[in-house]
């Protein structure tokens, strides 16, 4: 039996579930539990928020999984939606865990000194070290474009999954993404502050 | 190459994407000569490392196991409590009306039936000894005139003495100092696992707090599937000295007036 929902998909394994099977439930939340509770993490910077937000999501499946709409897209957007709903709604409850930045929405100017890299990245800095930085860079992104990159750059989402999980154009998602990944460089770059992004640019006349 | 070139192939560079070999050597020529990009192309690496890092969970790994357990007893409860309706497929939809309407009659025949016997039946006298009908009168008033001694002691049982770790919800009546407009289901308390009884508590507080569900869990009590908000309630009992003591988790329930 097990096997055999193993090889299920996700929406036989929420037909059973919402039959009363008990071990579709189980093989389900295997599957996708360690998805949604990344994402929350990553959204957050809380363990703990990343275990309520797993949580709920599990809950409310159980709850209200009947309302899952397969020509609304696919099980994992529909838990990565309730996720994304409910990591929101905490982190607008407890801001505290989440050091925004203070210079508009862009989040380009002031960045903490810990998100400096010095030289060779590789050279300098270990592996831990490297993805605490990249840590606190996406933690100090505006939310808008930390679920994007949570859900394409770390999760297992496509663009057109991202899209429906959040609600937008295919379009916004991409142009959310390079705008974050840009945000990112430039938060892990040594010099380059909130006008270093035209440095280049203009430089690039005298060459 | 000028910088704004550099800037639009520095991802790919990072990441070690295939690129036309010429291009990729100028890129890195630029690099070496520009510090300001050199600096954006080591960001980009540093990036994309991370990222890579983060994409293999491992330092992150999934949610904690008790949860899936605390999900899965949620999830029997709720199919023990409510069953499934499984769609029984071709049933027609008369006959469900059909079985209604014939419960209803032979209920209805029952009540008159039970109706015309209470009329028939001769009225109870007081000495009738025989009348089997007739409840026994109920002698329990010494009973329950111990009772309130009980009572007393039990009430006077410190709170964070209890060592008893049943916890049935009961229901308790609102009192003046509820809101009253709500009944609360509440959980006994629970003392907190460090208590000892030396440093029980004589006099303290009770605090109004509210906790994430991850709070039940870690007591031991099952998360509550019903819960529409992140957070549960609970009332904490506080020492002079500032120690928590014990305890109890609320649920408000709905109004049904």
């Known amino acids: 039996m097990a096997k055999t929902l193993s090889h299920s ?29 990344r994402f929350a993490l990553r959204m957050s910077g809380s363990a703990e928020i990343a275990e309520d937000v797993t949580h709920d999501v599990f809950i409310a499946l159980m709850r209200d999984g009947r309302q899952f ?24 409850r407890e801001r505290s865990f989440v050091s925004m930045s203070e210079d508009g929405e862009d989040g380009g100017g002031a960045f903490d000194e810990k998100l400096v890299a010095d030289g060779d990245p590789f050279a300098d800095l270990t592996r831990s070290e490297t993805i605490d930085l990249v840590r606190q860079a996406i933690l100090a992104l505006p939310e808008h474009y930390r679920e994007v990159v949570a859900l394409c750059s770390l999760g297992e989402l496509s663009y ?13 998602v991409r142009s959310r993404l390079n705008r974050a990944r840009e945000i990112l460089v430039r938060k892990l770059s040594a010099v380059k502050g909130p006008t270093a992004k035209s440095a280049p640019n203009s430089a690039m006349a005298a060459r | 190459m000028f910088c704004r070139d550099f800037e639009k192939i520095a991802g790919d560079l990072a990441a070690g994407r295939l690129m036309e070999a010429g291009k990729r050597e100028r890129a890195l020529r630029h690099a070496s000569e520009c510090s300001a990009c050199a600096l954006w192309l080591n960001a980009e690496r540093t990036l994309e490392a991370g990222l890579w890092a983060l994409v293999e969970g491992a330092e992150e790994g999934e949610a904690p196991p008790h949860l899936k357990l605390a999900l899965r007893a949620a999830f029997d409860r709720q199919v023990k409590a409510a ?50 009908v007739s409840p026994a009168p109920r002698e329990r008033s010494p009973q329950r005139a111990i009772e309130p001694d009980k009572q007393e002691q039990k009430i006077e049982t410190n709170v964070a003495k209890k060592t008893s770790t049943k916890r049935h919800m009961r229901r308790r009546a609102a009192t003046s100092d509820d809101v009253a407009s709500n009944d609360e289901t509440v959980t006994d308390y629970i003392p907190l696992t460090y208590l000892a009884d030396a440093t029980a508590v004589e006099s303290g507080t009770v605090l109004r707090v509210e906790l994430p569900p991850s709070a039940l869990i870690a007591v031991g009590l099952p998360a509550p599937v019903e819960r529409t908000d992140s957070r549960v309630k609970a009332d904490v009992v506080v020492g002079d000295d500032g120690v928590a003591r014990a305890v109890r988790f609320v649920r408000q329930d709905t109004v049904r007036r």
């Open chain 1, 160 to 172: 057109e999954q991202a899209a429906s999980v959040i609600g937008c154009p295919v379009g916004t």
């Open chain 2, 83 to 132: 069953p499934i309706p499984i769609p029984a497929p071709a049933r027609p939809r008369n006959l469900a009306r059909w079985r209604l309407a014939a419960a209803a009659l032979i209920l209805f025949a029952v009540a008159v039936a039970v109706a015309l016997l209470q009329g028939a039946a001769p009225p109870n006298s007081k000495g009738d000894v025989s009348g089997g």
């Open chain 1, 69 to 92: 709409d397969p020509a609304r897209g696919s099980v994992a957007s529909y838990l990565y939606g309730i996720a994304r709903h409910r990591t929101l709604k905490r982190l607008q």
């Open chain 1, 9 to 37: 998909s996700d929406e036989e394994l929420l037909r059973l579930m919402l039959a009363g099977d008990g071990d579709a439930f189980e093989a389900l939340y295997d599957r996708r539990q360690g998805g949604v509770y």
